[in-house]
């Protein structure tokens, strides 16, 4: 059962456009969130994290929004450059959950055309 | 910068072998991870530690032990090695707490023929 879930398996953007990257969870005891950027051949990067008891947190041109009614996150890159280009991970974890475990979502590769 | 160093980037081992994998971090965290990619299938858990020689099983540890004798350093131990644990081996540490990012190495392509 996946706790958490990225329905998009791709998404293809027009650089300078914004790309928005959608994730969903189930497990209403999720209190933090992350996304995370992966190239191939190389270990996911730490972009941008959220905790539950804010609804919006930015970091540069990154911005991630946090709905808890709906349980449903998104990552919004403006503009969007041709390096955005790679495989987004959104994870979740828990308080009450064990130390540091991070679920994870499929994944979503974003496309960015020039 | 987070530094997670894993000793391979690309492995190729028989069936039935012992197979280890290496993680080292500089970064004086307590919690060390190792997920498996696989397409389709994201990253799934197979072993943490948040302390020397402590361990917890993930979601997917049949097959697979973890040695931490050391707090910088993590090891993956494939007891007898199949081909269907042909993967992307990921390892990551992270400060202690739930709410804490992960910080991951490049990964070891382990294929077994």
């Known amino acids: 059962d996946q706790q958490v879930k990225q329905n998009s398996p791709s998404l293809s953007v027009q650089e300078g456009r914004i790309s928005i990257l959608n994730c969903d969870y189930t497990n209403s005891m999720f209190d933090y969130f992350l996304w995370y950027k992966k190239y191939p051949a190389e270990g996911p990067t730490f972009l941008i994290s959220?905790?539950?008891?804010?609804d919006k947190n930015e970091d540069g041109r990154f911005t991630v929004f946090l709905n808890k009614s709906a349980k449903h996150l998104s990552l919004h890159i403006v503009p969007s450059q041709p390096g955005d280009s790679a495989v987004y991970f959104c994870?979740?974890?828990?308080?009450?959950?064990?130390?540091?475990?991070?679920?994870f979502g499929k994944g979503t590769k974003l496309s960015v055309k020039p | 910068d987070v530094k997670v160093t894993q000793s391979s980037r690309y492995l190729v081992k028989r069936t039935g072998e012992k197979v280890f994998l290496e993680c080292v971090q500089d970064m004086d965290h307590e919690n060390m991870f190792w997920y498996r990619q696989d397409p389709g299938l994201g990253l799934r858990l197979i072993y943490f530690s948040y302390d020397v020689k402590m361990k917890e099983k993930g979601d997917i540890p049949e097959g697979y032990s973890v040695s931490r004798e050391k707090k910088e350093r993590f090891s993956l131990i494939l007891e007898s090695a199949s081909t269907n644990q042909t993967s992307m081996y990921l390892c990551?540490?992270?400060?202690?707490?739930?709410?804490?990012?992960?910080?991951f190495g490049d990964g070891t392509r382990l294929s077994i023929l």
């Open positions: 994870a979740a974890s828990a308080m009450g959950g064990s130390q540091g475990n991070l679920i």
């Open positions: 990551a540490s992270s400060f202690g707490g739930y709410n804490q990012p992960q910080h």
């Open positions: 959220i905790s539950s008891i804010k």
